[in-house]
């Protein structure tokens, strides 16, 4: 089970940062986003190494990391502009392939919104 929380309503420029609690342990995990009528997209990856993975779009103002011993996946995002404004999903049980790819990940959360405005 996977549960997103962290998320809510910032100027641009604000920041955030993005949690999401798991039950069952599992080295690679991701945030993904989807915005009204555009497909889901990584946004940041993560495995055991660990090895880190972004979406050119975040590179430089997202940071991913992981506490194994609280079991919760964070995402710090900083300088938010409106464009990022979408349901974020975290994802665990990566299986292969692109790790910023959604078809990748078994298991999802439910969502938290972000929302920038300008």
């Known amino acids: 089970q996977l549960v997103e929380s962290g998320g809510g309503s910032v100027q641009s420029g604000g920041n955030l940062r993005l949690s999401c609690t798991y039950t069952r342990g599992n080295p690679s995990m991701a945030w993904f986003r989807q915005a009204p009528g555009k497909e889901r997209e990584g946004v940041a990856s993560?495995?055991?190494?660990?090895?880190?993975t972004y979406a050119d779009s975040v590179k430089g103002r997202f940071t991913i990391s992981q506490d194994s011993a609280k079991k919760t996946l964070y995402l710090q995002m900083n300088d938010l502009k409106p464009e990022d404004t979408a349901m974020y999903y975290c994802a665990a049980y990566f299986s292969g392939g692109d790790r910023l790819d959604r078809r990748g990940y078994r298991y999802w959360g439910q969502g938290t919104q972000v929302t920038v405005s300008s």
């Open positions: 993560i495995d055991d190494l660990p090895k880190t």
